[in-house]
């Protein structure tokens, strides 16, 4: 995912766009996110899980 990419994306994303910014895939993501060991911030939305996109970008190197 390009730099313009993640600059376009919404306050808060899926997992599985997430991991697609990271490089890896969802059902890794999701056991990261298990184990307290995901890079970023997550936010639980009802039943499933959003990823904060300023906490995304600061995992990559981003500047914001």
Same mark, same amino acid.
């Given at each position: 995912? %390009?730099?313009?990419?993640?600059? %376009? *994306?919404?306050?808060?994303v899926? !997992?599985?766009?997430?991991a697609?910014a990271?490089?890896?895939? @969802?059902?890794? @993501?999701?056991? *990261?996110?298990k184990?307290?060991k995901f890079?970023?911030?997550?936010?639980?939305?009802?039943e499933t899980?959003?990823?904060?996109?300023? %906490?995304?970008?600061e @995992?990559?190197? !981003?500047?914001?």
């Amino acid at each position: 995912m %390009s730099v313009e990419e993640l600059r %376009s *994306l919404p306050a808060a994303v899926s !997992v599985a766009t997430a991991a697609r910014a990271l490089g890896i895939g @969802a059902d890794k @993501a999701y056991a *990261l996110i298990k184990a307290e060991k995901f890079p970023a911030k997550t936010i639980p939305v009802g039943e499933t899980q959003k990823v904060v996109t300023l %906490s995304l970008w600061e @995992a990559l190197g !981003v500047p914001s």
